[in-house]
């Protein structure tokens, strides 16, 4: 608050309103601070980011939000534009000086109180290795957690390992499908964001519990060096997700696109590129609706959030294609129940579906879907002519868990005990998609979201302390904060918990519901600097169409 306090001298200058500047300086500046994770001397990093935050909060705050509260409409228009160009320039000076001095007062911090732990010079030899298998939403949080534990205890090597080098934030995954936001805006680097934990960028293909070994994956770009990696372990935790799972239809597996990663999104966002190319140049009115049906199956969050998006995007570009015809669009969504969004209230999901039905998406409820071809949907009913098929419809643990000989629930998740250690077996923990988790204040199973993964990997992260301190650990518990989905056009639902009574619920729907995701997702995402980023193409997106340039090439 303080550098938001000096830093709004800045705006002051620019801006027409100088007591609004310096209000507008601190909270900015608080919220700043908040976001940002002390890391001595990275001023370098400050000035751009802080710098970069100011052009979004220019577009905010004096294009948009200034006018609309003097009573006018934003004033966007490239005239005015114009006229704003001075305040621009007292954004981003504004920010670069913020970001200058939160650096500098938390340096300053960290020297008078000794904020942050010395260098560790312990020998290797002596120190409890734990190994954290997978680095998405459980896996980054225990390592974050653990090292918080662990942070004035040296005797602790601390190991992430996972295929990916960045932690993806899976709410995201449908704004970068339906191409409002750049696909690297929304993975943080694991390396960067961990300080004293080792990553591992690798793929995990055995364990073996008995030596408590595990084994990663060679790489065959490596040649004659192409062995498997061998990691031993004190504890190891498994934070391994989950995968599509197909039910046993081949043809699924083979034919349509999954929804999980961050490639996934960017497949789908080229592929519904690629289909509106063809269609320009297809003769054949019938093949033309064929590449221009984009069916999405289940009719969850992912589902529903994809289908929204890609709803947005297709109409969206189709300005690009004048010779195609918006009767001929069509996304569907293929749901086996009679109503979308079983994680959200009634009323809130029939609210859903009427704005995207009214959007132009079309509904197959109580629905199965039963195989597919190049072309062709079949259904339970019938089929579609289709060109484009995602399924998010049914996930399963990784498959890598059937191989450890380790007590599993019916969907193949590790049972584990209320303090999400493994029954029996000291050292070993799962948490997150692939572990089936009991709240051991309710007794419920949790839900495998990201919310209650966060969560799990903070317990986890005690009791791995706990029991190498050799006191009780403690019970896993956590009460939902309720649930968001956006369908698409500026319009989401939100259902939050309210605080201290948490059986009840306060609904919101719409534009405010809208607001809300993108405000307490935006404060979710880690990193400063992607939060800024995302903000930065958000504004992007309010002035300019979508963006129809192929960055891959599919085969
Ligand atoms: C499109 C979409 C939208 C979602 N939206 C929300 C939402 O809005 N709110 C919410 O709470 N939840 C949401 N979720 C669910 C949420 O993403 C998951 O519950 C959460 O990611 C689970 O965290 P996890 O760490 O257990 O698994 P993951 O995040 O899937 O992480 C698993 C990690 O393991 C790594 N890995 C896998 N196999 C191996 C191997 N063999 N070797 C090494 N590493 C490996 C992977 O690379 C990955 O890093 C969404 C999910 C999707 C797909």
């Not at 317990?459 to 050799?470: F, Y």
């Amino acid at each position: 608050m303080l550098a938001g306090a000096l830093a709004g001298g800045v705006l002051a200058a620019t801006l027409d309103h100088p007591l609004w500047s310096v209000l507008i300086g601190i909270a900015v500046g608080a919220a700043y601070s908040a976001g940002l994770k002390p890391t001595r001397g990275t001023y370098v990093d400050n000035l751009m980011a802080g710098g970069a935050l100011g052009v979004p909060l220019w577009g905010l705050v004096s294009v948009i939000a200034i006018p609309v509260f003097s009573n006018r409409m934003p004033e966007w228009n490239a005239e005015q534009m114009r006229s704003h160009f001075p305040a621009l320039v007292g954004w981003v000076v504004y920010g670069a000086a913020l970001g200058l001095l939160v650096q500098a007062l938390n340096d300053l911090a960290a020297k008078v109180w000794g904020l942050e732990s010395g260098p560790d010079t312990s020998p290797p030899q002596k120190r409890i290795r734990i190994v954290i298998l997978g680095g998405g939403f459980a896996g980054m949080r225990t390592a974050e957690c653990l090292e918080h534990q662990f942070r004035t205890n040296p005797s602790i090597a601390l190991t992430l390992v996972s295929e990916t080098n960045a932690l993806l934030f899976t709410p995201m995954l449908a704004e970068v499908a339906g191409s409002s936001l750049e696909p690297s805006h929304i993975s943080t680097p694991l390396r960067s964001s961990l300080h004293r934990t080792e990553f591992v960028r690798g793929s995990v293909v055995e364990v073996d519990l008995e030596g408590r070994r595990v084994f990663l994956a060679g790489d065959p770009a490596d040649g004659e060096s192409n062995q498997r990696r061998e990691i031993s372990y004190d504890h190891v935790v498994f934070a391994l997700g989950a995968v599509s799972n197909y039910l046993g239809m081949a043809n699924l597996q083979k034919y349509c696109f999954n929804f999980k990663t961050l490639l996934d999104a960017i497949r789908i966002r080229n592929h519904v590129i690629e289909m509106f190319e063809k269609a320009d140049r297809e003769p054949d009115d019938k093949r033309r609706r064929a590449l221009l049906t984009f069916v999405v199956a289940g009719g969850g969050f992912a589902g529903v959030e994809l289908a929204g998006a890609l709803n947005d995007y297709a109409h969206g570009i189709l300005a690009d294609y004048p010779k195609l015809q918006r009767e001929e669009l069509g996304v569907v969504l293929v749901h086996s129940r009679d109503r979308i969004l079983p994680e959200l209230s009634e009323s809130l999901a029939r609210y859903a579906q009427q704005r995207m039905a009214e959007r132009g998406v079309i509904f197959r409820l109580n629905t199965r879907l039963t195989d597919a071809q190049p072309g062709r949907v079949t259904l339970g009913d019938g089929e579609i002519l289709a060109e484009t098929l995602v399924w998010t419809a049914g996930t399963a643990p990784n498959p890598l868990l059937k191989s450890l000989a380790l007590e599993k629930d019916r969907r193949g998740a590790l049972i584990v005990d209320r303090a999400l250690d493994l029954p029996g077996r000291p050292g070993l923990w799962a948490l997150g998609d692939c572990a089936a988790v009991i709240d051991g204040k309710t007794e419920k199973p949790c839900p495998p979201t990201a919310q209650f993964a966060l969560r799990e990997a903070q317990t986890l992260a005690k009791n791995i302390r706990a029991q190498i301190e050799g006191r009780p650990l403690v019970k896993f518990h956590f009460d939902s904060l309720g649930a968001l989905c956006v369908v698409g056009h500026q319009t989401a639902c939100a259902e939050l918990s309210v605080p201290f009574a948490r059986s009840r619920s306060m609904r919101f729907s719409g534009l405010l519901a809208w607001a809300m995701w993108r405000g307490i997702y935006l404060a979710k995402l880690p990193g400063l600097e992607r939060k800024i980023r995302v903000l930065m193409d958000w504004t992007v997106e309010l002035f300019f169409p979508r963006d129809i340039v192929q960055t891959i090439e599919l085969k």
